[in-house]
């Protein structure tokens, strides 16, 4: 995607001199209210639990403990390795990671596809496709939850049309969380592939055809290697906040299981109340988020150098 | 076509390509020889690029026919046609190295891995790209891209191998040095190469035979001789080299032969393009097939407008009493006499070298 | 004159009674909502205590509110109306005295079986915990850790807050093991997915039971012989309150038998103050869910202590791993 | 004569796209019928009817969708407004002022709003207000909004800076203009259509947040999202569904006029290399 | 600087330029005079851009001064610099139409709107462009386009006017035009101009004088004769058209005339550039400054092993009996004998044509 990476090549120097202390109010507003809140965060992570919500200046590595070691119900048996919260994170990036597939199987070919109009039509397919996004996420969701329901319209029209004699029944799913969240973030596959594909020179697609390559031989020889960043941006778009997101498993999955952002919720706003480890939770979804990051722009900068 | 079948390698029959209303391609026919190096040459935006694509595959064509060894192949896809092609922009495949993008045909065609490693190593060992074998495209230069781009379309063996403008690309020199290589590929071997250029130079210097095309129709074909010495109309004489083109007026033409009255009054007799006619014309002389002499002596004479050094010659720009510049290209050489600015000076030209042209 | 701002329940007070206080005394009114008494600490603890003026707790968190220090008292002498609060609501053991509140509404929490889908006995906790087949995969529990483990440790017939440690393993296998039966945690849900059909059963507080019902769902609420779980809701008036005076005045208004009978016929619970049966609703008079027979098992909620509300913090987190 | 062998087609990728797009409408398209529902209930038609327009404009809790919908709109138009700011003046030193020391840290810094998960921003943030004592209200909900702002702001200016070749900047420095000149009247009109695009992007995403707007908004402030959720999470009312519809149609209203304003600003850059 | 200051306009003076460890310009001095049309010539990524900017001011010098009329600029910003660039893609204000690309300057300066419109228009008149003062860039035809530059850079009246590579973009006939557009504005305004081209043709048609660049150091300046006729190394007589570079055995160098044997054995004695030195050398010879003889009456003998015709001319490769080849151009007219494939033939230099190099 354009932008995601640190431009390549030259920088242009028109503003060089003082120039870069225009980047200072980013810095200022990013790094007083985000930087800061997250490091505040990461000393919460290190202290003591209170009682009913809050923190105790008492430096402990007790919620990380929690979150490594099970030490049974009562808190008194011999440190096992605790599975709860690692099968958390494991479900989350496994549901992550399947939504992201499943933008991938439809977001590419769809990319692809409105890249490859005349010039003026394609405004109108990204517009198309970005509109309801436009609309507010909660209500996709819960609109999404509505056509779905084993009593919804959905099940009803196929029921009527006689296509199925029992409802489909997807709520409460995994697959309902894979809608949703494929729902919530089908743009932000689309977009950067699409950005790729658009720069796409189509002579490699003729040099293979020269080259004797049949159709499905240059998709995955030349066309898919080719657009690879473009599709690496849009996997990491849609995986790190299909990582956090609560609102599809909470609709639509039943909020049977815990993904990260209901566990990380749950510290904060439930019964629960432990924000040391509500703050040790987010960080290590923060660090896991930031190793993947860092790892693909090394890739980047290798491929660019 | 006249010319006998077995010898033709590409044969386009009445061609016409059409984007909307837009022709590109204006009934053009052409018979490329087997083993011939074939020259497309026109300006900018005359139909080269898209006759290439329709012999390629890559444009359907709207009305003719296109024969490789007499064989109609307009409805195989470019990847059934044993054709291939040396792309303008290289269109190399970024992400795969030297060798693989060499072997990337050959694997299609179904060669083992172990096959296509060896004939790929064949290939860049021709172009000299032997010790870059690993690199990716991004890490060679220009003019070892195009290499590159040239052993990957050699690699099959096509019947047929399409250039397009493969030498725009690089500075003088390298221009130079690669022209070299790519005629004697072309006679190690045999293919037949179409070749397409604007360079004139280039044109004249590669070919066994160039087609000259302006405005999506084919102009003239023959060798480069024949188009520089002979043209058939003020586009060819004017496009290819320089010419002066003398304002004439035609008493009648016998038997290819015209009898003209020079601007000055002087007559003059020259061979005529096939289709002029009696009436106002002109006459192209090459500027090199000018030559000066006493004012008294000239068919023509004038003054010297200008001078203009180029290195191995001088451009002597002549103005004539009616007006009209002409110029003189002089060799630069010991024996030559420089005129003086102003001087007033007599034109001649050299047997053979005045053509009366289709206008 | 000036502001008031309530945290409160969703859905659970009409829009009407708040007009009617804006109008009557020229206050500007505004309303949050929580889903959760849990919620409602946790964001008083975050830092929105000093922001709102008055909050809606149960009955057990107003204890723990208390003992953290987050309610303000007040006397009798600004609280005129605090004669009309019922005899046996007046003297509560989460708030002796009635100092820093007043009764909302009080109900019950079970749960609702749709009677299309199974038409055998409810009254039984067994519905929720060992279901019928009929049942399996159409159940919705409350997505709330003290409600639904009370629940359970009813249907186990252990005590709450219990120590003993058999009985805390029983608790965590019985909700493991059951959770396959369930399709969803969900308390503002509950009566929507009965209402659409998404549950055939689920648990629900007495009232928005009784909506789900007049809503036009074939829905009956259970009064199981294991127990139920009954509760008061309390207006309370919050520490560092920014419009102390705005929210006696609000406490007052709803302490009027008219206004708490308006609550009551917009939420179906029962009110807390003495005289409100000339305002209700017909409907309320007859509606099973608001009368439930005489000699069952209602029981409260109660705070349990640090060590034990750990082992249920982590059977809870346990179930929803 | 034969088809042209267009090379971009596949087969099956239309279908796939159509599929795309009726997972994407089919939900917001049925809420939209069912706006129209008379019926209070969800799952029965009753037949054609405004009355849950009527309940939006005019109902009881009109005051307060309208209350949401202006600090909504308050809030969105300030937020996009400082973070377009911010990006272009990031954006402008991250092009334009060639290497300096903290640049790739730079671009760390300002994608990291975006590569956070949003529940974690969310109450890192709220935690660090409370820490502060910084009363929440509308300004934190701003400030919080203008963050996320940022890097949604900063990717579309900065790639259609990226775009302008640094040699206008110089022609025009070259002839004569300042700096700032240089900037304001050359750089700034061609970067017209990436401003345009950040600022809308980010406009659109503070309007759709609901989750960071949930943590850090103070008392009684409600923006749509909040309000709506309060609505919202125990069913999907038609009232709702109603509002849903609205939103879609300002949205789809909002986009078109970007587009047309796109297009107009596209026919008067024209091509800035001169290549055809 | 030894040359008459008064007459300096651009004064590079031991000018150094780096790129952290690249050095883009070592250690150049040249001294650009007032109503010059000085070139800068030299292969691709020798330096040339990177020079002009710093004169412009877009880039720092590392080491050294430039002066402008005396002045040192190095530390005024581009701004606050006399000096006006026609950029190599034009660098036109997309935005803004013709009139307003062209009154940019000047409303900078600090001209009023009125006068400003009125200079862009006698401007837009030089270049011929006034009926398309209303148009956007994008409407124009790249050589349109390029006179918009010109104007627009022209305009303010600057002291130098740098250009760089101007004409790359257009095709070779348009080329010509614009070249002698430029030459006569120069002539015309009296603007000292520095031109940038990596075209050796270009160069030598144009210019005043001209500095040979490579690899960021300067190897040669001077007129277009000086250089193609006097090249003082292998480079420049290499880069500058076609050479001919014989190995020779130097025994010495007397008053800047090296005697030399030529291989096959013949002596010969010829002007030596500048610090050519005694050993082993090279003589350089232009191929149209080699006549050809009987293989009795010439300085070298070899047989002719290629032929290729050039229009203008032929090009006769000759092997010599130790396997070098020389070249020899001889005008393709009608005087001229062609000698035939594998015939045997002797070759002279003409008088002055052959230079011993500084290797
Ligand atoms: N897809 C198309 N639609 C419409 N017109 C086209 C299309 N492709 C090419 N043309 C037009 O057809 C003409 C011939 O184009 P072509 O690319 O063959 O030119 P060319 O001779 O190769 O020129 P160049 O030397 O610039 O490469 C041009 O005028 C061009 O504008
Ligand atoms: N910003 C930079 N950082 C590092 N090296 C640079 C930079 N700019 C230019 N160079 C290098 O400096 C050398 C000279 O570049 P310059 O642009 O002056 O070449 P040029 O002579 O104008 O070539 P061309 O004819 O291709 O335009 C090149 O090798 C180039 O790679
Ligand atoms: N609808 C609100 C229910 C409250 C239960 N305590
Ligand atoms: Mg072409
Ligand atoms: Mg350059």
Not at chain 1, 74 to 85: A, L, N, R, V
Not at chain 1, 204 to 215: F, K, N
Not at chain 2, 5 to 18: C, E, L, N, S, Y
Not at chain 2, 22 to 44: C, H, M, Q, Y
Request: glycine share 8%; net charge negative; hydrophobic share 45%.
């Amino acid at each position: 995607m354009a932008g995601l990476g640190p431009t390549g090549g030259r920088a242009a120097r028109t503003y060089a001199g003082r120039g870069p202390l225009l980047i200072l109010p980013a810095w200022v507003i990013i790094g007083i209210f985000l930087v800061l809140p997250i490091l505040i965060m990461a000393t919460y992570s290190f202290l003591t639990k209170e009682f009913r919500g809050g923190v105790i200046w008492e430096p402990t590595l007790a919620a990380y403990d929690q979150f490594f070691f099970d030490r049974g119900l009562f808190g008194d048996e011999q440190p096992k390795i605790e599975w709860t919260y690692i099968l958390i994170f494991w479900r989350s990036i496994w549901q992550a990671g399947l939504a992201t597939l499943l933008c991938l199987l439809i977001g590419f070919p769809t990319a692809w596809f409105i890249a490859t109009r005349p010039a003026h039509s394609r405004t109108v397919w990204l517009f198309l496709i970005t509109v309801p996004y436009w609309v507010n996420l909660l209500i996709r969701t819960i609109s999404m939850k509505f056509l779905i329901r084993d009593n919804g319209p959905m099940n009803q029209w196929l029921l009527n049309a006689g296509l199925i004699d029992e409802p489909i029944h997807i709520i409460n799913t995994n697959l309902a969380v894979q809608l949703g969240l494929f729902y919530s973030y089908l743009p932000f596959m689309v977009l950067p592939i699409y950005a790729a594909v658009e720069r796409y020179n189509f002579a490699l697609s003729e040099a293979a055809a020269d080259l004797y390559a049949s159709r499905w031989v240059t998709l995955t020889q030349v066309i898919i290697p080719v657009v690879k960043p473009g599709i690496i941006a849009g996997c990491i778009l849609v995986f790190v906040p299909s990582l956090g997101a609560f609102l599809a498993p909470d609709l639509l999955g039943g909020a049977k299981n815990f993904m990260i952002g209901s566990l990380i919720e749950e510290q904060f706003k439930g019964a629960a109340g432990n924000w040391p480890f509500g703050a040790a939770a987010a960080m290590i979804l923060l660090s896991m988020v930031l190793i993947v990051l860092i790892v693909y722009a090394r890739n980047q900068d290798r491929e660019s150098a | 076509m006249a010319e006998d079948q077995g010898d033709i390698a590409v044969d386009i029959d009445h061609v016409t390509k059409r984007y909307g209303d837009f022709t590109a391609l204006a009934d053009v026919s052409l018979a490329i020889r087997s083993n011939e190096f074939f020259t497309l040459l026109g300006p900018s935006g005359c139909g080269k690029t898209t006759l290439l694509r329709c012999i390629a595959g890559f444009e359907d064509i709207t009305l003719g026919a296109i024969r490789l060894y007499g064989d109609n192949i307009v409805d195989l896809p470019p990847n059934k046609r044993p054709v291939n092609t040396v792309f303008q922009q290289y269109a190399l495949f970024p992400h795969m190295d030297v060798t693989r993008n060499v072997m990337f045909g050959l694997l299609r065609l179904g060669q083992s891995e172990a096959a296509a490693r060896k004939r790929a190593g064949e290939v860049l060992d021709l172009v000299q790209l032997t010790q870059f074998a690993d690199r990716l495209p991004a890490q060679l230069s220009g003019g070892q891209q195009q290499r590159v781009a040239l052993a990957r379309a050699l690699a099959p063996n096509p019947k047929v191998l399409l250039l397009d403008e493969p030498l725009s690309a690089l500075d003088l020199k390298l221009r130079q040095a690669v022209r070299l290589e790519l005629q004697q590929i072309q006679q190690e071997t045999g293919i037949t190469f179409i070749f397409v250029t604007h360079d004139q130079e280039e044109a004249l210097t590669m070919s066994d035979r160039i087609a000259v095309i302006s405005d999506g129709r084919l102009q003239q074909i023959g060798t480069a001789r024949d188009i520089y010495e002979e043209p058939d109309n003020k586009f060819v004489a004017d496009f290819i080299g320089e010419t002066n083109l003398i304002d004439v007026t035609v008493a009648g033409i016998d038997n290819g032969q015209a009898t003209c009255t020079l601007p000055g009054g002087n007559h003059f007799t020259c061979p005529a393009a096939q289709g002029a006619h009696s009436g106002r014309g002109h006459l192209s002389v090459r500027p090199e097939r000018v030559s000066l002499s006493d004012p008294a002596q000239g068919l023509l004479t004038g003054t010297v407008s200008r001078l203009i050094y180029l290195g191995t010659d001088m451009h002597v720009d002549i103005t004539l009493t009616d007006g009209e510049v002409v110029t003189a290209r002089v060799q630069n050489s010991a024996g030559t006499r420089i005129p003086a600015m102003g001087e007033t000076i007599g034109l001649n030209f050299e047997a053979g070298a005045a053509r009366l042209l289709i206008d | 004159e000036g502001k008031l701002s309530i945290y409160h329940w969703f859905e659970y007070i009409p829009q009407e009674l708040l007009d009617k206080f804006a109008a009557e005394y020229d206050v500007e009114v505004t309303l949050d909502t929580y889903d959760s008494n849990e919620a409602l600490l946790a964001a008083l603890k975050a830092g929105k205590l000093g922001q709102y003026d008055v909050a809606v707790p149960g009955d057990y968190m107003v204890e723990i509110l208390g003992n953290e220090g987050m309610l303000d008292t007040f006397t009798d002498d600004e609280m005129p109306n605090k004669g009309n609060i019922l005899p046996q609501w007046a003297d509560v053991s989460f708030d002796p005295g009635r100092k820093s509140s007043i009764p909302y509404q009080w109900g019950s929490t079970s749960f609702s079986v749709n009677r299309d889908v199974y038409s055998g006995n409810i009254q039984t906790t067994d519905i929720i915990f060992n279901p019928p087949e009929e049942l399996k995969g159409k159940i919705n529990v409350l997505d709330t850790a003290g409600e639904t483990l009370t629940f359970a440790s009813l249907h186990l017939g252990i005590p709450q807050c219990s120590t003993d440690r058999e009985q805390l393993k029983a608790l965590n296998d019985l909700v493991q093991n059951a959770k396959a039966n369930w399709a969803s945690f969900g308390s503002d849900v509950a009566k929507d997915v009965l209402v659409s059909g998404d549950a055939a059963a689920g648990m629900i507080w007495n009232g928005f039971g009784m909506k789900a019902r007049e809503e036009g769902a074939n829905i009956e609420y259970a009064y199981p012989d294991q127990g139920y779980i009954v509760w008061m809701d309390n207006v309370v008036l919050l520490k560092d309150a920014p419009n102390r005076d705005n929210a006696l005045k609000f406490m007052n208004f709803l302490l009027e038998p008219e206004n708490a009978a308006a609550v009551t016929n917009y939420a179906r619970y029962t009110a807390g103050v003495a005289g409100v049966e000339p305002f209700l609703d017909e409907a309320l008079k007859t509606a099973p869910e608001l009368n439930p027979p005489a000699g069952g098992n209602p029981q409260f909620v109660q705070a349990c202590p640090e060590e034990v509300q750990k082992v249920y913090d982590t059977i809870w987190t346990n179930l929803k791993k | 004569m034969a088809r042209k062998p267009d090379l971009r087609r596949f087969p099956g990728f239309l279908a796939v796209t159509l599929l795309c797009l009726f997972l994407l409408y089919a939900p917001l398209v049925i809420v939209a019928i069912y706006s129209f529902n008379d019926s209070p209930s969800i799952t029965l038609w009753g037949g054609v009817s405004l009355r849950w327009y009527e309940d939006v404009f005019w109902g009881l809790e009109a005051d307060k969708f309208k209350r949401a919908a202006i600090n909504s709109l308050t809030i969105a138009a300030a937020a996009a407004t400082t973070a377009t700011v911010i990006a272009t003046m990031a954006a402008t030193a991250m092009l334009r002022a060639g290497q300096f020391r903290g640049r790739s840290f730079s671009f760390g810094l300002i994608s990291l709003p975006l590569m956070v998960p949003e529940i974690v921003t969310a109450v890192a943030t709220l935690i660090f207000f409370s820490a502060i004592g910084f009363q929440t209200g509308i300004l934190s909900i701003l400030i919080a909004h203008i963050v996320f702002c940022i890097p949604f702001a900063y990717l579309p200016i900065a790639a259609r800076m990226e775009g302008i070749e640094d040699v206008y900047e110089q022609a025009a420095q070259d002839l004569y203009a300042t700096k700032w000149q240089a900037f304001r009247l050359i750089l700034l009109p061609l970067m017209t259509p990436g401003i345009v695009s950040g600022f809308l992007l980010a406009f659109i995403i503070s309007l759709d947040d609901f989750i960071i707007t949930n943590f850090v908004k103070g008392a009684g402030v409600e923006t749509l999202p909040t309000a709506i959720f309060g609505a919202v999470k125990q069913g999907i009312k038609p009232n709702i569904m109603a509002i849903s519809t609205l939103l879609l149609m300002v949205s789809i209203t909002f986009v078109t006029l970007s587009y047309f304003a796109g297009r107009m600003g596209q026919n008067r850059k024209s091509n800035p290399t001169g290549e055809t």
